[in-house]
């Protein structure tokens, strides 16, 4: 088959996540820069949690986000900039403002099973000429024909590309590649379906080959895997598996992205995600990635262990946007402590 | 089906690649101490590069291995400590000081079209009443009806369990499974069959499973993935899939593990492995995984990029044991790059 995979870069979007949302301008430029001359088709650049995330709940961008999207737009010379949205955080007027500034994707994302929260976002995505993806996030809350149905609305609503989206790293092999195929079945012809891994159980690579495998035809990865919970797949070894398997990726240049990663971004990370306790204990229990830093915030602040908090969330089944929660749970976690200790 | 898997640590045999061979005595009765009482049965300390491989060639263990040895058999209550032998690195007499020392099991590795190399000294490990594995390292460079002949000349000469194993990361999934398939089609029966994998292009969990779901039912993994290359199967990721999946791992602790790597041995390495660019390219390659430091070094010497030695070693398939040819192809290539300046 010579289906052609685009790989999608979402380094400085879900990547913000990893550098707690500080990227500047020209760290952006840098980034796209090296991204577009390796040939990525479709490059994300918005907060970790979509428009208008820059906030109090979410963690304050250093950059405005519309900033680093014009000066994204400016150095690309192929590559589409594509922004993602979550409805509730940010509204159509920002998707209006991205789309001024000069993106032309969108991706908008809710949980797996509230998709019909991004009807109006699709449509209004669509009269404004954007190509449109949806993601299913947390998509191993769903099963696979709850989940197909859930991406008929997405779809029906404009979507052109639905993502099943492993959030929490949690998805281990066919339990991706089950999902992929029902969306599949469901939307092929209509939509094509994406796939987007993360690491937290090292299944990021792996299930997007079974993705692949079972007709996705979008990937997303990030270099080095920057990203929330244990990072992402990584792009340049995305790349560099696909391109073994003799897998057309569109004429990526798999050294570039691998220079690319070891030069460009590595160099401007603090801190790089791995498989760390916590971030296990989030593919293990289910638990949104970007909890991960709000988790070890409040560790620090109410003494109460990272991994307990979110082993605590994961039982509870906390979503996207419950990100204040994590305090409650550390409180009660800190007052039950204190109460063994009298 | 409730077949028992038995997860073995390496965290002191291949892990040691990634320390430079500096374990102290302490550090090893720490890991020892937290992977025993987490009920983990197999525990290997030797030196990186087997048994005799503290020389000029491989570098120097800090501490005697032997005297790790003696200390990981003190402090451990109930698991089995093993050591891992390269003939020609090692030898018989190398055995027999290490069995005196306490050692029950013994891993013979040999690279994996060479296994008659290991006749003699599976012969003597099993005199000597000793458990024994065998590894077939590099076993991505035989097709699986070869690799599983020399399976069979390691079992009849008294190998008990054949390792397949990925030293360069470099199998991706059915490449693993129909590994594993072969060698169990060859020995069941006589033998068990292991899977040792490594993470350079992030599939050494996920060939482990499908190992596991060939018939393996030994599996190795380190914590937190300490190991050559981008590292090993990270043995508390192992746990939590496999205990996930509601395998039988023997009663090995998921938690107790998840805490050993965070708190005992991350404190304890300065530089965690990691997928960077030189050990994707040692994936990607079918570079053997402990050349990786050992191409730094030749990079930091001789001014040329360590992942354009390691490629160009790739090309002309060195093995384990030649460690110097690093140097030539250093030297090569800086000449080359001289000539093109000049």
């Known amino acids: 088959m010579s289906t052609t995979i685009r790989l999608n870069d979402s380094t400085l979007r879900d990547g913000s996540h990893a550098v707690r949302h500080q990227y500047t301008t020209d760290q952006v430029r840098r980034v796209v820069r090296a991204l577009d001359d390796a040939h990525v088709e479709m490059i994300e650049v918005t907060h970790g949690d979509g428009l208008g995330g820059s906030t109090f709940n979410y963690g304050f961008s250093r950059t405005d986000e519309l900033d680093l999207i014009e000066a994204a737009v400016d150095e690309a010379r192929h590559a589409k900039i594509a922004a993602l949205l979550l409805p509730g955080v940010g509204t159509i007027a920002d998707l209006k403002e991205a789309a001024l500034r000069g993106v032309s994707v969108v991706r908008i994302a809710t949980h797996c099973s509230e998709a019909d929260v991004a009807i109006q976002h699709f449509q209004a995505a669509r009269e404004m000429g954007l190509e449109t993806g949806g993601f299913l996030m947390l998509s191993h809350r769903l099963a696979p024909a709850e989940l197909a149905a859930q991406a008929r609305i997405m779809v029906d609503a404009g ?24 969306v599949l079945d469901e939307v092929g012809g209509d939509a094509e379906v994406g796939f987007h891994g993360h690491q937290n159980l090292s299944f ?19 270099l080095y895997g920057l990203g ?12 560099t598996v696909f391109d073994r398997l003799g897998m057309d990726i569109g004429g990526v240049d798999v050294t570039g992205l691998q ?14 995600p791995m498989m760390d306790r ?5 593919g293990q229990m289910g638990v949104y990635n ?21 082993r605590e969330i994961g039982r509870r089944g906390y979503v996207g946007g419950q990100e204040d929660m994590l305090i409650d749970v550390a409180v009660e976690l800190q007052q039950r402590s204190l109460n063994m200790v009298s």
Chains 1, 2 share one sequence.
């Open 159 to 182: 979507c052109e590309c639905v993502f099943v989206v492993d959030s929490a790293g949690h998805l281990i092999m066919e339990q991706a590649a089950d999902r992929v195929r029902a």
């Open 259 to 272: 220079n690319a990663a070891e030069e460009v971004l590595r160099p401007m990370v603090e801190r790089l």
């Open 290 to 310: 970007s909890f991960l830093f709000h988790a070890e915030r409040a560790s620090q602040r109410y003494g109460v262990p990272a991994q307990d908090i979110l």
């Open 204 to 222: 990021g690579v792996a299930n997007s080959l079974l993705a692949v495998r079972e007709g996705a035809t979008q990937v997303d990865g990030t």
């Open 228 to 239: 929330a919970g244990a990072g992402n797949a990584p792009l340049e070894v995305l790349a």
């Open 278 to 282: 916590g971030s296990i204990v989030q």
